[in-house]
């Protein structure tokens, strides 16, 4: 089964500041997904980013950008230029390749709460 | 699109009472998930449908869980009867095959007293 690691719990940015969340994975596949989610105040679970394990070229999104290590299991999000509304819980989560059904389910780390101080 | 849909957004029951929370997913999704969120445990993954068949509730906690999908535009999760341990966020979410993203519902806050 495939775990996903979040080990700071809680993480703190200047505004305008860059700041790095870490995710660590384990997996025997070799072909799968990895997804960062925000969850702000409203619970919301929005969708960041995503990576195709096999893409060696790092997603990135406006001011986020991902550093994924697929050697090291290993899949970080860098959030530039932090601004106030970036203050959420963010998740990092699994995602087989494939179409199956088994493939489908999403697992996530446990979250890290990261605030903006302005 | 409106997006997924659940139902009620916050609920206060007493224990031993019955709860069912709904879900509608986006028209012409074909996977549904139903997800546990607590500060202990984080998100988990209850149960998910595929077709309105169930494929996987190995996540479902206890016997007192159930999960129905009548039809593709409606699942309920219901708990009876429930425990204070049962208060949490229950979301659901949705995709379509073939497709990496599940697009997920406001949530159902649930304190069960």
């Known amino acids: 089964a495939q775990t996903v690691t979040q080990s700071q719990p809680e993480m703190s940015v200047q505004e305008a500041e860059t700041v790095t969340l870490s995710c660590t994975y384990d997996t025997s596949e070799s072909d799968y997904y990895l997804f960062w989610y925000k969850q702000p105040p409203s619970r919301q679970m929005i969708l960041v980013i995503r990576?195709?394990?096999?893409?060696?070229q790092n997603a990135t999104e406006n001011r986020f950008s991902v550093n994924f290590q697929k050697a090291a299991k290993s899949f970080s999000l860098k959030i530039s230029d932090s601004q106030l509304g970036d203050a959420a819980m963010y998740f990092c989560?699994?995602?087989?390749?494939?179409?199956?059904?088994?493939?489908?389910?999403?697992?996530f780390g446990k979250g890290i709460t990261l605030s903006v101080r302005p | 699109d409106a997006g997924v849909i659940q139902s009620p957004r916050h609920e206060v029951t007493e224990m031993g009472q019955e709860v069912t929370l709904r879900c509608k997913p986006i028209s012409g999704h074909d996977y549904l998930f139903w997800y546990r969120q607590t500060m202990m445990r984080g998100l988990e993954l209850l149960i998910y449908?595929?077709?309105?068949?169930?494929?996987?509730d190995s996540g479902m906690p206890e016997d007192r869980f159930s999960a129905k999908m009548p039809n593709a535009s409606f699942s309920t999760l219901k708990i009876q009867p429930s425990e204070p341990r049962d208060s949490a966020v229950y979301f659901c979410?949705?995709?379509?095959?073939?497709?990496?993203?599940?697009?997920f519902g406001p949530g159902t806050r649930l304190t069960v007293t």
């Open positions: 989560a699994y995602r087989s390749a494939g179409y199956t059904g088994a493939n489908s389910k999403l697992t």
């Open positions: 990576q195709e394990a096999y893409k060696q």
């Open positions: 449908f595929n077709n309105n068949v169930p494929i996987d």
């Open positions: 979410a949705s995709s379509l095959w073939r497709s990496y993203e599940q697009y």
